[in-house]
Nanobody
């Protein structure tokens, strides 16, 4: 599986961005897709993921109510719409694909494939 993440950029606080993760390779129906982020000096943090059946699982409380994950199977894309961005959302954002059980969706070490990351910078 190859993952290509895109859509990052520099925005002001309060703005919105939509990240996209395009996947290719194996049948993606076998995989959960998760979005993580990593700020300098911090560990990779699980934001939100989508299960094989389309269920949405949130990780970071800060993302709930602001970030929306969606899957476009026709385009093999998993999108992350981020609204009301804050300076503390500044990080490198990664998408990953996992064949683990749904309960393990938030653990980065359960992901076998990663996109290259896309940088989101939110200015105050």
């Amino acid at each position: 599986v190859q993952l290509q993440a895109s859509g990052g950029g520099l925005v002001q606080a309060g703005a919105s961005l939509t990240l996209s993760c395009i996947a290719s390779g194996e049948n993606l129906r076998n995989y959960m897709i998760g979005w993580f982020r990593q700020a300098p000096g911090k560990e990779r943090e699980f934001i939100v993921g989508i299960s094989r059946s389309g269920g949405v699982i949130y990780g970071a409380d800060s993302a709930k109510g602001r970030f929306i994950i969606s899957r476009d199977r026709a385009k093999a894309a998993t999108n992350l719409q981020m609204n009301s961005l804050k300076p503390e959302d500044t990080a490198m954002y990664y998408c990953g694909a996992s064949r683990a059980v749904q309960s393990a969706i938030s653990r980065a070490n359960n992901y076998a494939y990663w996109g290259q990351g896309t940088l989101v910078t939110v200015s105050s």
